[in-house]
């Protein structure tokens, strides 16, 4: 005869210290919770409920320009560093953490169109409308991190004059290049005080470039004719055009995906593209309801952000046709200039009214310091919350978002315009010889051509 015994080692139950939680033993059979699914649903609700309620993303404005903040650069080498540079020509470098100003770069005598750091976070390169291209050195970081940290004015190391205003600045990831926007695309280094090459392509004014992060001698360009083109560094002529039917006002490559970069448009939409097939656009981000001004890539590569005319941010899924979060506030104006903190957890905007604002990347994140219990309360919340947002109750709580009145307004009207563009499309295939008429894809609608 067998005799089973229940056989438990004190070591399992016994706390090793006072102040530790007592051990409980759960069993996960189903059989013995035939509520459990039930149990999960009312929590998946509540989790989604509490979401809501905690979702704060607003932390607070930086104030101390007196002109609109045109653009923005991050400082690679410093995590709580950001640069920012307004239509008055002055240049600020902030600290995130106490929201204050650590030092200025005074110089330009017209609007800083364009902003960029070298990739050890030492010099930072400005340009901007009064035909001037300058190089400054920035404080260390270890100097910046002191609480008495000098507002001096820094003087600029090296100016270069020029004979066109320059509209954008970028640095090369890696390496001593950097390149400039404007007549024409000129590539510089830092001991010359002349371009060492220059593209043209077309004679529309060059509004905006961006490196690729891993091929460092690729790099995209947008212009006001409507095109983004792409250049290499290694041939004498640029690569390859784009021709879209509105003007692309930034670009931004997918950090974790190189050869993948999104679009900003004047259509309120932006577009993903691969950078080797340049006739469909991989997706596309629609739900501004008016021109993207800016874009920039999570450093994960998952996500990027929007600023836009329409005085919102939003942050869309890489992948994704809709946003997932939108941010707002009565006071924030037009956004021209938006970044994401070099670790993701962070949001800055630029806006036209002279302020710089500090947003969390998810809203109801909790700040500060987690404990172990806390962290894993979030971990599952969101677990049950993804295994359940399916169902209609969940998903109209997950997706709700108060828009302002305005934005609502002009997104109702959008819809209704769009609606009939395409029923008229619908009546006008129905009524002609079949196959007379093809429907375009969204992906390929906007592309006029493709330049070689």
């Known amino acids: 005869m067998k005799v089973k015994v229940i056989s438990r080692s004190t070591d399992e139950f016994t706390r090793e210290r ?83 100003t650590v030092c ?46 000098s507002n001096k004015p820094i003087e600029a190391n090296a100016v270069y004059v020029g004979k066109n205003a320059y509209w954008a600045v970028d640095h090369q990831w890696g390496g001593d290049l950097f390149a ?13 005080s002349q371009p060492v090459n220059t593209f043209e392509w077309g004679t529309d004014t060059v509004i905006s470039v961006r490196f690729n992060p891993g091929e460092p001698n690729l790099l995209a360009t947008s212009a006001s004719d409507r095109s983004i083109a792409l250049y290499d560094l290694r041939m004498s002529t640029p690569a390859r055009k784009l021709i879209m039917q509105t003007r692309t006002n930034s670009i931004a490559w997918n950090p974790m995906e190189p050869l993948n970069f999104t679009a900003a ?36 590569g998952r996500e990027f952000v929007t600023g836009s005319y329409d005085r919102t941010v939003r942050i869309f899924p890489y992948n994704g046709g809709h946003s997932r979060e939108i941010y707002h506030t009565k006071r924030m104006q037009r956004v021209f200039c938006v970044k994401f903190s070099s670790d993701a ?36 919340q969101e677990a049950v919350k993804n295994r359940y947002k399916h169902l209609p109750e969940v998903k109209r709580i997950v997706r709700h978002r108060h828009l302002p009145r305005p934005i609502y307004k002009a997104k109702e009207l959008r819809r209704t315009v769009i609606d009939a563009e395409k029923k008229k499309e619908e009546r006008r295939k129905a ?11 969204v992906r390929k609608r906007r592309i006029i051509r493709e330049v070689e």
Request: proline share 4%.
């Open 180 to 192: 400039t926007t404007g007549a024409r695309v000129e590539i510089w280094n830092h001991n010359r």
């Open 265 to 300: 448009n004047e259509d309120c939409s932006c577009y993903s593209y691969d950078a080797r097939k340049l006739d469909e656009a991989k997706c596309v981000h629609k739900d501004h309801v008016s021109a993207v001004m800016d874009i920039d890539y999570s450093p994960t």
């Open 18 to 100: 006072s102040q530790d939680l007592q051990r409980v033993f759960r069993n996960f059979d189903p059989k013995l919770r035939p509520q459990e699914k039930a149990v999960e649903y009312v929590r998946a609700l509540n989790a989604a409920k509490l979401e809501k309620i905690f979702a704060r993303p607003f932390i607070g404005a930086m104030d101390g320009h007196i002109d609109a903040i045109s653009c923005m650069a991050k400082n690679p080498n410093f995590l709580k560093g950001i640069f920012s540079g307004s239509m008055d020509g002055d240049i600020r470098l902030w600290d995130i953490a106490s929201r204050k």
């Open 345 to 380: 957890s962070y949001i800055i905007s630029g806006s036209d009214d002279t302020n710089l604002r500090l947003w969390k990347a998810k809203a109801s994140e909790q700040m500060g310091v987690l404990l172990p219990r806390e962290q894993k309360k979030h971990e599952y």
């Open 104 to 149: 200025q770069f005074p110089g330009h005598q017209g609007a800083v169109r364009g902003l960029t750091a070298s990739t050890d976070g030492s010099t930072l390169i400005s340009c901007g409308t009064d035909c001037t291209v300058r190089i400054w050195s920035v404080p260390v970081a270890a100097t910046l991190e002191s609480d008495h940290a």
């Open 431 to 441: 009524h002609s010889t079949p196959g007379s008429i093809v429907t375009e894809s």
